[in-house]
């Protein structure tokens, strides 16, 4: 009777746990500033990087050996996933108060053009379909020559749920007919409670939960071998991962970003080639 009695408490308390918010985590502007930082010198390793064609993708910098095998798995249908880290002067970023996650994915895509694997990024109206449920919601606010602004609505589920609308800017740059690149960069984030509903509003932005405060994409496009490969190098910032709450937070701010990656390249690919 009493262990049953302690499984039935224990079990209540793992319910009211799940079911209540994370402690708010606020975003400093030290925070800010850090990874604003850590962009920065990404964002300098990545402007070297696409001005030539030899070592545009992430696998053309490995030597030879291993850069023809990653190539060929590619072609063979892998996806190839990577966690990165940018560092200054051999030392980390550090970030007071929150979390980096750099993760680096690339995709082939046979028998598709450059100029179509364009299209289906820069049609953001269409986000909602062709990348939900983890899009639910995509809006393009406007398009002036190869700057798009758009709405996307996140919609993430680890344990709980956590929505998070977001407004941002990318800018498409296509140095030659067989390659292109696109920065894309989130000016505004913030959280969503009880979505869908009547009582929907939006947190205090940069006062919420602290599960995506900050998201930077680098799309590449390079178009050869009969196809497309398409890589993308997402740089996102989160809360730091709470004392006691890790079975509750983690699961977001560790895995969540590397799983949404590969799902983007894997729902692109698929989409493209249905086409």
């Known amino acids: 009777m009493v262990s049953a009695l302690l499984r039935t408490i224990a079990g209540a ?3 009211v746990s799940v079911a209540a918010p994370a402690h708010a985590a606020d975003l400093s502007p030290a925070t800010v500033a850090a990874f604003d930082r850590y962009v920065q010198a990404t964002e300098a390793r990545i402007n070297s990087e696409v ?15 291993e850069r023809d095998a990653r190539l060929a798995a590619l072609r063979s249908g892998t996806l190839l996933i990577e ?6 002067q051999g030392r980390p ?34 986000h909602a379909s062709i990348y ?10 406007s398009h002036e020559g190869d700057t798009y602004r758009f709405h996307l609505r996140f919609f993430m589920k680890k344990v709980i749920t956590v929505v998070v609308d977001s ?8 140095p030659a007919g067989d390659r292109a690149f696109s920065r894309i960069v989130s000016t505004r984030m913030a959280e969503v409670d009880d979505p869908g509903t009547p009582s929907e509003r939006e947190k205090p932005v940069g006062h919420d939960s602290g599960y995506l405060w900050r998201l930077n994409s680098y799309w590449r496009f390079f178009e050869r071998d009969g196809g ?7 740089v996102s910032l989160t809360r730091r991962i709470p004392v006691g709450l890790g ?29």
């Open 51 to 65: 001005l030539g064609a030899e070592q545009f993708l992430w696998p053309q910098t490995l030597p030879p050996a």
């Open 167 to 174: 407004e941002n800017t990318a800018e498409f740059t296509k």
């Open 247 to 275: 079975w509750l937070v983690g699961p977001f701010v560790t895995s969540l970003p590397r799983e949404s990656l590969e799902f983007t390249l894997d729902t692109t690919r698929r989409a493209l080639s249905a086409r």
């Open 13 to 15: 308390a793992v319910v």
């Open 228 to 234: 497309t490969y398409l890589q993308c190098e997402s």
């Open 93 to 126: 970023i550090d970030i007071p108060g929150g979390l980096v996650h750099h993760w680096l994915g690339v995709a082939f895509l046979p028998g598709v053009s450059i100029d179509r694997a364009i299209a289906l990024l820069q049609d953001y109206d269409r």
């Open 132 to 141: 939900a449920p983890r899009v639910a919601r995509s809006v393009l606010r």
């Open 83 to 88: 966690k990165l880290e940018t560092r200054q």
